[in-house]
């Protein structure tokens, strides 16, 4: 479990996230993700946002509340929530070990309103 959270931390860093190579090791091929905008993502379309515009001038993301769950040997659920530039996110995570590393299968985001 402790790889899929290292992961999924790694992911959340702007730096990465600007590196399509680094975004790819961590994705799994059949990546899915239901965004908290609302759009759906995969692989691909996914590598487009993340990469575009550079590391300069993003917001850092704050996660909390980080539990994990073993679904079965290989398959790990997280659940957090993420701050960004005043706008949270609850977000649930699927992470699957192949080829003898762990990689996001799916993703979902959504959005908390505000008290």
């Given amino acids: 479990m402790r790889a899929a959270v290292e992961g999924e931390l790694r992911l959340l860093d702007p730096g990465v996230r600007v590196l399509p ?9 059949e ?16 590598l487009a946002v993340t990469s575009a515009g550079g590391a300069e001038g993003r917001v850092p993301v704050a996660a909390t509340d ?3 769950a073993l679904l079965a040997p290989g398959l790990v659920h997280l659940t957090f929530t993420t701050e960004s530039d005043g706008r949270r996110v609850r977000r649930n995570s699927i992470w699957r070990r192949t080829e003898s590393r ?10 908390v309103n505000s008290p």
């Fill in 21 to 29: 190579e680094a975004v790819t090791e961590l994705l799994d091929p």
């Fill in 66 to 68: 980080m539990t994990g």
């Fill in 31 to 46: 990546f899915t993700e239901f965004g908290a905008s609302g759009r759906c993502y995969d692989r691909v379309s996914v």
């Fill in 102 to 111: 762990w990689r996001l299968y799916f993703h979902q985001g959504t959005p």
